[in-house]
T-cell receptor, first 110, second 113 residues
């Protein structure tokens, strides 16, 4: 079993829909990251969370440390949101090494 | 803010040939540096990390090696590539403090033929 599990693996939505991507992890962590990977492969960091909730524009990320679960929400989705969204955790006590989920491929149709 | 330059973007190499991928970081000093690989259908996996010049830690046994000859330069190498070395290679940088996030390079897609 992977230490970081994401669901769903693939997600197709219509423009304007509210989207949720889930991430569960099985190790003790010091932080959780949500990343966005575009078709060319480059990765952009969206959020770093250790507790609670963060919001940036139409993106919202939440984390529940007790349940070892995080969600990434996209409100009013747009075709330009189409990308692979990756959850990654930094194991507590590590040198900052990240453990990555396999990613969720999101496609938003106009 | 930090910027990572990683090249080349794509590479097709024959089996048995050498490999050298380079990553340089701007806008910071003494960062932690990482090489990750994403094989087809799998998540990114840590290959090497470095907390300082000449300091390399390997997470998984493999056909690859890494070096950090300068503070902001991280190199991934192989003497003889295998087919299984194909994948997407990503360099990342992080300041040592816990509340700093990561910066990622644009990645190199390597195909070994």
């Amino acid at each position: 079993k992977n230490e970081v599990e994401q669901s769903p693996q693939n997600l197709t939505a219509q423009e304007g829909e509210f989207i949720t991507i889930n991430c569960s992890y099985s190790v003790g962590i010091s932080a959780l990251h949500w990343l966005q990977q575009h078709p060319g492969g480059g990765i952009v960091s969206l959020f770093m969370l250790s507790s609670g909730k963060k919001k940036h524009g139409r993106l919202i990320a939440t984390i529940n440390i007790q349940e070892k679960h995080s969600s990434l929400h996209i409100t009013a989705s747009h075709p330009r949101d189409s990308a692979v969204y990756i959850c990654a955790v930094r194991r507590g006590g590590s040198q900052g090494n990240l453990i990555f989920g396999k990613g969720t491929k999101l496609s938003v149709k106009p | 803010s930090q910027t990572i330059h990683q090249w080349p973007a794509t590479l097709v190499q024959p089996v048995g040939s050498p490999l050298s991928l380079e990553c340089t970081v701007e806008g910071t000093s003494n960062p932690n540096l990482y090489w990750y690989r994403q094989a087809a259908g799998r998540g990114l996996q840590l290959l090497f990390y470095s907390v300082g010049i000449g300091q390399i830690s390997s997470e998984v046994p493999q056909n690859l090696s890494a070096s950090r000859p300068q503070d902001r330069q991280f190199i991934l190498s192989s003497k003889k590539l295998l087919l299984s070395d194909s994948g997407f290679y990503l360099c990342a940088s992080k300041q040592g403090a816990a509340n700093y996030g990561y910066t990622f390079g644009s990645g190199t897609r390597l195909t070994v033929v």
